[in-house]
């Protein structure tokens, strides 16, 4: 009963991502950000009307979502999956995929989940290499996508 009042951490989760060009069940990564969205709104003066402004909506917005991992070697199905888009001329569809991000409790089990679908790679960096640092070589993997869903 007593670990009902637990608040959750943030460092215990998990991401998979599956789409036509990748499939990556429950990939490590060290960091997510980017889950977000939000409604953008235009102002409106009422004429004559002095105390106040009317907000109104005008649609959702989405941040970029990023995740963050150790650089991967070797045949990589994200990495492919960024690499044919990045390099690509554009000139034919996107492939697209769909993200979940799970924070988990003690159990592994979720506690919250979220799906952000339509996913694409818009940008890719790999963090800087320094001889005077004894730190892993990371990536950042930076994803568009359209909508984002709390699904428990």
């Not at 009042?5 to 990564?29: I, N, R, T, Y």
Request: charged letters at 25%; glycine letters at 6%.
């Amino acid at each position: 009963m007593a670990d009902d009042f637990l608040l959750p951490v943030a460092f215990h989760f998990a991401v998979s991502l599956d789409g036509a060009e990748v499939k990556a069940p429950d990939a490590a990564f060290r960091e997510v950000s980017g889950l977000e969205t939000e409604i953008e709104t235009e102002e409106l003066r009422e004429g004559g009307e002095n105390t106040f402004v009317h907000r109104l909506p005008k649609g959702r917005r989405q941040g970029n979502l990023s995740l963050v991992r150790g650089l991967a070697v070797g045949d990589d199905p994200l990495v492919r999956w960024c690499t044919s888009v990045l390099e690509s001329t554009l000139a034919t569809e996107i492939p697209t995929a769909t993200v979940l991000v799970k924070l988990l409790d003690a159990d592994h089990q979720p506690i919250a989940a979220w799906s952000a679908q339509n996913c694409w790679p818009v940008k890719w960096q790999v963090g800087s290499f320094d001889a005077m640092k004894n730190e892993i070589a990371v990536e950042t993997i930076e994803l568009s996508y359209t909508t984002i869903k709390r699904v428990n």
